[in-house]
T-cell receptor, first 112, second 111 residues
Framework: DTGVSQNPRHKITKRGQNVTFRCDPI?????LYWYRQTLGQGPEFLTY????????KSRLLSDRFSAERPKGSFSTLEIQRTEQGDSAMYLC??????????FGPGTRLTVL | QKEVEQNSGPLSVPEGAIASLNCTYS??????FFWYRQYSGKSPELIMFIYSNGDKEDGRFTAQLNKASQYVSLLIRDSQPSDSATYLCAVIPSSASKIIFGSGTRLSIRP
């Protein structure tokens, strides 16, 4: 399977805990994006990497959120001190130089 | 004004009919436009992209773009029950690489 993969697919955590999600993009894609989606809404942009450089961050991305793509391949998204409002589907997408973005299956986060 | 606007629906269409989904966007300089399909609990799946004014056809799907009116639509011919899903309109604004999504239109195909 050469699509975008994300792990874990589901995460349940208690408020105040830290969580980390991983995204593996399509191998030849140099761009990687993180989005968050809540029920009844479209995905909201969080951040974007071109190779290992983080080029854009949404103001939605508070200082509790951090993302890395250390070798320009996979990426991690960490949420520190989780809050109930962080419960959402976290989506990763990748693209080549063209615009078209392909999404992974997502990680569903539930904060109790 | 939202950057990408869609009617949330639900839009109910009989099987075999044409489903018409509409979207407007606010950034006149936007160049890239996408339609994604999303089944409940799943991630968005790319259906079509369109860059130029006019129509683009792919199988039962036709995307239409009118940049002067800042309007993009998706037509689904011969609608099938498996087309029942939420359809997300997405736009890349002129100044960005990120995609801005609408909130989606829920489509229901009734047998």
């Amino acid at each position: 399977d050469t699509g975008v993969s994300q792990n874990p697919r589901h995460k349940i955590t208690k408020r105040g805990q830290n969580v980390t999600f991983r995204c593996d993009p399509i191998s030849e894609h140099n761009r990687l994006y993180w989005y968050r989606q809540t029920l009844g809404q479209g995905p909201e942009f969080l951040t974007y990497f071109q190779n290992e450089a983080q080029l854009e961050k949404s103001r939605l991305l508070s200082d509790r959120f951090s993302a890395e793509r250390p070798k320009g391949s996979f990426s991690t998204l960490e949420i520190q001190r989780t809050e109930q409002g962080d419960s959402a589907m976290y989506l990763c997408a990748s693209s080549s130089e063209a615009d078209t973005q392909y999404f992974g299956p997502g990680t569903r986060l539930t904060v109790l | 004004q939202k950057e990408v606007e869609q009617n949330s629906g639900p839009l109910s269409v009989p099987e075999g009919a044409i489903a018409s989904l509409n979207c407007t966007y606010s950034d006149r300089g936007s160049q890239s436009f996408f339609w994604y399909r999303q089944y409940s609990g799943k991630s968005p799946e790319l259906i079509m992209f369109i860059y130029s004014n006019g129509d683009k056809e792919d199988g039962r799907f036709t995307a239409q773009l009118n940049k002067a009116s800042q309007y993009v639509s998706l037509l689904i011919r011969d609608s099938q029950p498996s087309d029942s899903a939420t359809y997300l309109c997405a736009v890349i604004p002129s100044s960005a690489s990120k995609i801005i999504f609408g909130s989606g239109t829920r489509l229901s195909i009734r047998p």
